[in-house]
């Protein structure tokens, strides 16, 4: 057989938001179209006119595009096979379904919900199994059929499903699957409003746009044998189907918000990269060693490898993907990551826009000197807050810990004025002033560090005291400072 082109498709339903599962089925095919040189098609499903809304088609698009996937061929950026939101389509379905009924692989089916509801019932009285095999309709003189068509009988249109054999799907990721035909009724292509159902619209468009791939989530495993009557009836050649399993919570539940997170925007909105959640994704379940993490999406593509995708549903590590984009924080330069900061510390009212943008550089340092220590930009808030702003709460039970000791009592005060005298605010000028306190007092300068980063910046912990005073900004620092002896003063500890 000569070899096809590699033409594959992303068919998300308008239906909410992107999941991660469908994100992760998306980016297989992306992959796999980057590596092979092929094309990758976003198609639309939109024709469950109830379900689908414009809202959700943009919010996919967005969400497709801010973790980092472009189409060949799709909405707005259009292609030779379009137009590809499957409601602007619906002429190729309706031209499809007559070609099956003039082939005699389709029928018109009248039954009402009555006459459908006790087909069944007899069927089950009878001990035979309840799927539904057209009764009189499926052998009607199809002139008759269509007299009561055109006399505007309401009818679907169904597939005449052989009652014999089976339906292998050819799996490349789980290998051969088996469908009786017999456990297949007769199903819908065309309801009674006139459009197309699910299996019909994606078998006739995957077969129109050429799709030489179908890569998609393994709830449509069920759905493909039908899809292959329907290439089959239509005489089409068939694509190559890889069905990929699920993503599951740690507790083997489909992922869902109640996991934390499950859509593409609650980890944005949680702090995440697009960049880490794409590598996360890419690798999971994807049969690469473990030990390899970070890879850009064109080191992804050239490592995919659809038949090694595993067979088993993944299971979401929420604590290795937060580990995966800590790594890309780190990467950022200090500028971009003081321009990802700068919205994110005025939405909390940490600082006003004016004053952030006033003095990005002091931002840009300060970045430099903490994204070690961030894991997720919605961290930035809480981790560079005591950069801005005035005096601090303290814990009170911290604050007699660090400020009991007599030595410290003693010394705060002058530490205070040396500091206040420096004619330079910088790190080592900061860090000679309370060495040098520290070694006349015959104590070591841990004595003094201590107390004066809580004073300074809150906190028990922090990057380099010195050099993050530096950055609090003398006034700020001394501000704090004298805050804290007025404290100790009203308690008549000084
Ligand atoms: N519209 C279907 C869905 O969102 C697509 C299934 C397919 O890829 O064929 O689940």
């Known amino acids: 057989m000569e070899k096809r082109e590699v033409r594959v498709r992303y068919a998300p339903s308008p239906t909410g938001k992107l999941h991660v599962g469908g994100v992760r089925t998306a980016l297989f095919n992306w992959l796999f179209a980057r590596k092979h040189g092929g094309t990758f098609v976003l198609r639309i499903e939109d024709t469950d006119l109830e379900r689908s809304t414009e809202e959700s088609v943009e919010q996919l698009e967005r969400s497709l595009r801010w973790i980092g996937l472009d189409w060949d061929e799709g ?6 096979y379009g137009p590809y939101r499957q409601t602007e389509r619906l002429e190729v379905y309706r031209a499809a379904a007559q070609r099956l009924l003039e082939k005699g692989a389709a029928y018109y089916d009248f039954a009402t919900t009555e006459e459908l509801a006790r087909f ?14 057209g009764g009189e309709y499926r052998e009607m003189d199809p002139e008759e059929a269509l007299r009561r068509v055109r006399s505007g009988e309401p009818h679907t249109i169904r597939f005449k499903t052989p009652r014999e054999g089976q339906t292998i799907v050819e799996d490349v990721i789980r290998g051969p699957v088996t469908f009786e035909n017999e456990n297949i009724e007769d199903f819908v292509l065309m309801k009674s409003t006139g459009t197309p159902t699910y299996n019909f619209a994606a078998a006739v468009d995957d077969a129109a746009m050429e799709i030489s791939h179908v890569i998609r989530g393994d709830d449509h495993l069920s759905n493909t044998p039908r899809q292959i009557l329907i290439y089959r009836a239509l005489g089409h050649e068939l694509p190559a189907f890889a069905h990929v399993p699920q993503v599951l919570g740690p507790d083997r539940k489909k992922l869902s918000k109640r996991h934390g997170a499950a859509s593409v925007e609650d980890f944005a909105e949680q702090g995440y990269l697009p960049e880490a959640l794409f590598n996360y994704l890419a690798l999971l379940g994807a049969g690469y060693a473990a030990d390899e993490e970070i890879f850009s999406p064109q080191e992804l593509a050239e490592r995919f490898r659809l038949e090694k995708v595993s067979g088993n549903p993944a299971i979401f590590d929420v604590q290795k993907l937060t580990a995966i984009n800590a790594v890309y924080l780190r990467r950022k330069s200090p500028e971009e990551l003081a321009m990802m900061a700068a919205p994110l510390l005025a939405e909390r009212g ?8 006033r003095d990005m550089e002091r931002l840009t340092r300060i970045m430099e000197l903490l994204r070690e220590r961030i894991s997720l930009t919605t961290e930035i808030p809480d981790a560079i807050g005591y950069f801005y702003g005035g005096t601090l709460e303290y814990a009170p039970d911290e604050f007699e810990k660090q400020f009991g000791k007599e030595f410290v ?5 002058e530490l205070r004025d040396r500091l206040a005298a420096l004619t330079e605010w910088t790190a080592d000028e900061i860090e000679r002033c309370v060495r040098g306190l520290a070694a006349e007092k015959e104590k070591g300068a841990r004595h003094l560090i201590h107390p004066l980063r809580f004073a300074t910046t809150g906190r028990t912990v922090s990057a380099g005291l010195f050099e993050t005073m530096e950055l609090i900004g003398r006034e700020r620092c001394l501000r704090r400072m004298d805050n804290v002896l007025q404290k100790l003063r009203a308690r008549d500890l000084l």
């Open 75 to 80: 909405p707005e950026v259009g292609g030779p």
């Open 120 to 133: 069944r019932e007899r069927a089950r009285a009878e001990g035979r199994s309840p799927i539904y095999t």
């Open 409 to 413: 009592r003693e010394n705060l005060p």
């Open 350 to 357: 940490v600082a006003t826009k004016e004053e952030l943008e």
